[in-house]
């Protein structure tokens, strides 16, 4: 594994263009574009003011700059380094902006959720969305580009309106069963669309693309309900983590539930590997301090170094004793995540901070737990492979894969804290990002593997 | 009671020892009452003994006291202290012998009673600990009564107190139970009010958004603007179309383009998973069908009915197998077909493993108590056996040194050991004599049996002869038939081949209509008694023979033959059987030819044709 160098990034503003070519990202007002091979910058853009907000199009030809504080988008070309275009949204304010799937129209949502501007790039028109409800996920385009369902809100009542993407036609409008509509998602066939409920009630509706409502399901009453809601890549699984702290199933033929995943603390399959991550601090004895000698190229000595151990069952992870008067507690599964195949579903629950589930969708069983020194910021899969990358926001980047676990030590200047990354397209290489810098990590290839293998053993 | 008083205190008041007496003498045995009474009257006696005796008799009124002791004595039964009188004006004179008896009686007496009462003072020292003792119990026990008594209280307290308990639960689980109605319904009501407020206050939000939203668009603000250095092509090269009825139209279209095209690819997808599934269901059944037909047949040959709805079973099946396309084309009309023989089948399989599992686990019980056990018996008493043996070997070996030793010792002594040598020789020959007379004995047996041997090869060559005349009359017969009836010959061997199939008793009827069968069984049946005889004898020329018979009997019936059935398995058997009676008609050749040989013998004969087939 190979580490590029550190650049500078704000915001944690950095991101892969669709086509996997460049890489942008945020330093304050400037935009930069890296080649993702040579890292060598294609592009420097500069803004009016800080950028809060960059979104690829989905032809990777656009950039747009959202600077929200301003009311402003600044959309530059990849292209044409002198293109230039400016929105401004005047005293209406701004708070989300987004590109539409044919990268040629950008929809900016108002403060207090007035409205939605749509501006089109290749045409004069603007066109507006009333009513937009202001909620978590409250729009969301099909996988093909094609449809754009959009929550609204009108005399307290939940809407759903499904536009045609490519004129912005209005194609249905129906209202849902729902106290306050918190989410939508499409399937990734985009044919149905999984609308669910606040929290305050555990309520997931499924309506077809034609506006039929499929199917609705509730666990259970009188609890807080949804926390989160994951489709499958297959479009056959529908994942609902609740503040119950389960995670169900849902089919895509009868939509009822398959199976519950629960997430106990206790761990007594003996089946199940739990991988607990052990901090090894350096021995600072005197007779240790040269042997072993510091390996060359790691840059500073680690304060710590820490490896992965397999627990012995039954294992007990560390809980937090969730505050229940306050709002939003910190319980239930709060993030989920379906590997690329469908294969594995990893999960994470919210008052065990430090554990990431990973499930085993085909045998719809437990398959690892991984426990972490500190609490997990952001897992996400490798595009390609059921790999998963996971960050503490400590300086080290946590690597799974179903044949065992990794633990790797980022390189450089201080303390290079990950709070986030993304992965490459092709899953090659992720980008790690802390609060002020990033770098490019490089996972190694096989024939990469080999290369250094051969100089390692020529080396000796 | 009153005994145990008597002998601890006895200077009690004479009333109150007449009272324990009395009620002494009524609770007591009858046994125990002669010495009671012995005792009670011994005593004064014994006390007041000497003083009595001084001052009963003096000098002048021995008379008296003689009168008044024999008068005391008599009245106790024992015989007068006078001599008896002849006539009543004698006076009646002392008699010393019957005195002295009467003295001796009496000293006999009390010495009996002292003995008496010695043991009943014994007796009554026992009683006295056993009363003893039985009170102690007594009291034990009333404490132990005592105690089980506060016992059953405190329990009872208990057990009270957790009734009262449980109650006080109960109450509590109800009063929480309504709590907890109460909370719903508080939750219910609050909700009602949250969300009533919730749509109040929305409304307001909407009305100010409202107004915000007149306030901030209408104002005509400049600065909502885009600034573009120029418009960009989209992203299909199209230019936008405006927007008409048409392409609401064709939206709708498209949309359900995209519903349908995704319930197409379901549809595609069920119907393969259908028919990877219907796959392997056939398999299965197919796979069933071949696990159960073997042994169905056995149980099955019993029951003649079910028998025959397997074969339609099996048929079906075949038939069905070869028009697979059905199932392709819809599975509504084999479904049900298909579901069902696979529950027959799989019933059927289940009854069987179930069957087998019950076998096997008899057998493992059986095994595990009985030849388990039995063998580890056997193993340890064969050990028992072996170390026996090699004690037995060892004390030999050690008896056999001792005598070499003494062999050797005694080596000097000639005299003894050739005398010891003699006495061995002739014990020796005189088993050897027995064992001479024994084959002599066996000798004469085997003469004996060689004797019938030859007797019997000698008939058995006879019978070949007649036999081989025989034959040669039918073959000489049957040739004239050939070249006569060659036509109408292999007609029958066709019809009676046809027939061949089943095993039923119908093809008896047409062979026996068929006079002309009649030479051609027989042909078949010397070749295949002769073959069994070729087992015991040598091979003789007959066997060759049997075989043109047969090449000959197979040119007629091999078309035939080839058209067998696969289910002929089973004839296979019934031939089998058959042939077995049939050594018996055809050992004798004199007899009249069966048509049941001849029926029995064309099975074996396609039987031997099919082997011969690759």
């Known amino acids: ?252 033929v009868t939509w009822k539930m398959i199976t519950e995943f629960e997430h106990p603390a206790a761990i007594n399959n003996p089946k199940i590997v739990v991988y607990k991550e052990a901090e090894k601090s350096p021995q600072l004895g005197l007779g240790c301090l040269s042997f072993p000698p510091p390996r060359a190229g790691a840059g500073p000595l680690p304060t710590s170094e820490s490896k992965y151990e397999i627990a012995s069952v039954p294992v007990s992870l560390q809980t937090l004793k969730p505050v229940t008067d306050r709002a939003n507690p910190k319980i239930g599964v709060g993030m989920l995540a379906f590997s690329p195949d469908s294969y594995f579903l990893a999960t994470r629950n919210d008052n065990v901070p430090n554990a990431v589930w990973v499930w085993d969708i085909q045998k719809l069983r437990l398959f690892a737990v991984l426990e972490q020194l500190s609490p997990v910021r952001a897992f996400q899969w490798d595009p390609q492979q059921p790999r998963l990358a996971i960050c503490t926001g400590g300086s080290r980047v946590y690597l799974w894969s179903p044949a065992g676990c990794l633990s790797v030590q980022v390189p450089g200047e201080g303390d290079f804290a990950v709070l986030s990354l993304c992965w490459h397209l092709s899953g090659d290489s992720m980008a790690l990002l802390s609060k002020d810098h990033f770098c490019l990590c490089f996972l190694e290839t096989e024939a990469a593997v080999g290369t250094a293998c051969r100089q390692l053993s020529g080396h000796t | 009671m009153g005994d145990w008083m008597t002998v601890t205190d006895p200077g009690l008041s004479s009333e109150n020892k007449t009272l324990s007496q009395h009620t002494s003498e009524t609770k007591m045995s009858p046994s125990s009452l002669y010495s009671q009474q012995v005792l009670c009257s011994s005593i004064p006696l014994s006390k007041n ?131 907890v109605q109460k909370l719903q319904n508080i939750i219910a ?49 199209k230019r936008g179309s405006w927007r ?129 056990v039995i063998s580890r018996q056997d193993h340890e008493q064969e050990t028992e056996k072996l170390e026996l043996e090699i004690q037995q070997c060892k004390e030999m070996i050690k008896t056999q040194q001792q005598l070499l030793q003494q062999q050797l010792a005694t080596a000097c002594d000639d005299d003894t050991t050739s005398l010891l040598r003699d006495c061995y020789l002739l014990e020796e020959k005189e088993r050897l004599k027995e064992e001479w007379s024994l084959f002599k004995e066996q000798k004469k047996n085997f003469e ?39 036509h109408q010959n292999s007609e029958n061997v066709k019809l009676f081949s046809a027939f061949s199939g089943s095993s039923d008793q119908d093809n008896l009827t047409v062979h026996s209509r068929q006079p002309q069968k009649k030479p051609h069984s027989t042909s078949n049946g010397s070749p295949v008694c002769m073959s069994k005889l070729t087992k015991s004898l040598p091979a003789s020329p007959s066997t060759s023979d049997f075989c043109q018979t047969r090449s000959c009997v197979s040119e007629h019936s091999s078309v035939n033959v080839l058209n067998i059935t696969p289910e002929d398995i089973k004839p296979n058997q019934v031939g089998g059987e058959c042939t077995n009676q049939k050594w018996s008609v055809a050992s004798r050749p004199g007899s009249q030819e069966g048509c049941y040989s001849g029926c029995s013998l064309t099975y074996t004969n396609s039987h031997v044709e099919k082997d011969d087939l690759p």
């Open chain 2, 189 to 237: 009501s609050r909700a009602t009010q949250y969300n009533h407020d919730m749509k109040r206050k929305e409304r307001e939000y909407n009305k100010l958004k409202e107004r915000l939203h007149q306030l901030v668009m209408n104002k005509k603000d400049k600065k909502i603007a885009m600034d573009i250095l120029n418009y960009v092509g989209r992203a299909d090269g």
């Open chain 2, 448 to 486: 004996r049996e060689r004797r019938s041997f030859t007797e019997a090869a000698i008939r058995l060559g006879l019978e070949r002869k007649a036999f081989e005349e025989e034959r040669a009359s039918w073959l000489k017969q049957q040739f004239l038939n050939m070249t006569t009836f060659d």
């Open chain 1, 1 to 252: 594994m190979n580490f590029s160098e550190v650049f500078k990034l704000s915001g944690l503003l950095c991101k892969f263009s669709p086509d996997g070519k460049y890489l942008a990202s945020c330093v304050q007002y400037r935009l930069v574009v890296r080649d993702v091979n040579t890292l060598q910058i294609v592009q420097l853009y500069t803004c009016l003011d800080q950028i809060q907000h960059i979104e690829w199009s989905a032809d990777s030809l656009f950039i747009l700059c959202a600077m929200y504080k301003r009311g402003l988008v600044q959309v530059w070309s990849l292209e044409q380094p002198e293109w230039h275009c400016k929105i401004d949204e005047g005293s209406a304010g701004l708070v989300a902006s987004c590109w539409s799937p044919d990268g040629r129209h950008i929809l900016n949502t108002t403060e207090f959720h007035l409205r939605i501007t749509v501006w089109s790039l290749c045409t004069k028109s603007v066109s507006y969305i009333k009513y937009p409800k202001a909620c978590l996920q409250g729009t969301t385009f099909t996988r093909d580009g094609r449809y754009m369902a959009l929550a609204e809100r009108r005399d307290c009542k939940d809407y759903v309106s499904i536009f045609v993407c490519s004129d912005w036609q209005l194609l249905r409008h129906f209202d849902t069963d729902t106290q306050d509509l918190t989410g939508i998602e499409w399937a990734p066939n985009g044919c149905v669309l999984a609308v669910w409920d606040t929290c305050l009630e555990y309520k997931i509706l499924l309506y077809s693309l034609d506006g039929r409502l499929l199917s609705a399901y509730s666990a259970y009453e009188w609890s807080l309900g949804i926390k989160s809601v994951a489709w499958s890549p297959s479009s056959q699984f529908l994942a609902v983590g609740s503040y119950d702290g389960k995670v169900r199933i849902l089919n895509h």
């Open chain 2, 49 to 179: 003994v000497h003083s009595f005796f001084s001052a009963f008799c003096t000098e002048d009124n021995i008379e008296q006291s003689i009168s008044y002791l024999d008068q005391e004595l008599t009245t106790f039964g024992f015989p007068s202290l006078y001599e008896e009188s002849k006539g009543k004006e004698t006076k009646r004179e002392l008699n010393i012998i019957a005195v002295l008896n009467c003295m001796n009686e009496l000293l006999v007496l009390q010495r009996k009673n002292l003995l008496a009462q010695e043991n009943v003072e014994t007796q009554n020292l026992k009683l006295g600990s056993d009363m003893d003792h039985l009170q102690s119990c007594y009291s034990k026990l009333k404490e132990q009564l005592e105690t089980s008594r506060r016992e059953m209280i405190g329990l009872q307290e208990r057990d009270r107190q957790l009734q009262c308990k449980n109650r006080n639960l109960h109450q509590l689980l109800k009063n929480e139970k309504d709590e």
């Open chain 2, 244 to 372: 008409t009825g048409k392409t609401e139209a064709r939206n709708e279209d498209e949309m359900y383009k995209i519903l349908l095209n995704d319930y197409e690819y379901r549809q595609k997808q069920i119907l393969m998973e259908n028919a990877e599934l219907k796959k392997v269901l056939q398999q299965m059944k197919k796979e069933m069908i071949s696990l159960l037909s073997p042994q169905k047949k056995k149980p099955r040959e019993r029951v003649d009915d079910s028998t025959g709805t397997v074969i339609s079973d099996v048929e079906e099946d075949a038939g069905e197998l070869s028009r697979e396309s059905i199932w392709d084309l819809s599975c509504e009309t084999v479904r049900e077909q298909l579901t069902n023989s696979i529950r027959k089948q799989w019933r059927i399989l289940k009854s069987h493993v179930e069957k087998l599992d019950n076998q096997v686990s008899k057998v493992h019980l059986e095994g595990f108590n009985d030849e388990d």
